[in-house]
């Protein structure tokens, strides 16, 4: 499996931006996916940007054109920049990756979560 490290969330106002870091214990490279997740309270846990295989990536519609997903593969490291924050990105943000082993089973790693608070 993987092991994530997430930083940077905290508190904006509405219309701000925060980049959100994630780091992998091992070479992206060899992640099958990667990419992050958030969850308000009382609702279910949703995607916000992944790689997939390649270099595609998802984005839910929701942050399409205001989140940035990246990545440094010399850092093993994803980032997501979020801008023009609103109160309603309001949530943990989670920190994703997906190891596809030899035996075609599929390993799932998660961040501890960063808290991204957004004011209005």
């Known amino acids: 499996q993987v092991q994530l490290v997430e930083s940077g969330g905290g508190l904006v106002q509405a219309g701000g931006s925060l980049r959100l870091s994630c780091a992998a214990s091992?070479?992206?490279?060899?992640?099958?996916?990667m990419g992050w997740y958030r969850q308000a309270p009382g609702k279910q846990r949703d995607l916000v940007a992944v790689f997939t295989s390649g270099s595609s990536i998802n984005y839910a519609d929701s942050v399409k054109g205001r989140f940035t997903i990246s990545r440094d593969n010399g850092k093993n490291t994803v980032y997501l920049q979020m801008n023009k924050l609103k109160p309603e990105d309001t949530a943990a943000y989670y920190c994703?990756?997906?190891?596809?082993?030899?035996?075609?089973?599929?390993?799932?790693?998660w961040g501890q979560g960063t808290q991204v608070t957004v004011s209005s």
């Open positions: 994703y990756a997906a190891v596809v082993a030899s035996t075609g089973r599929r390993l799932e790693s």
């Open positions: 091992r070479s992206i490279f060899t992640i099958n996916a």
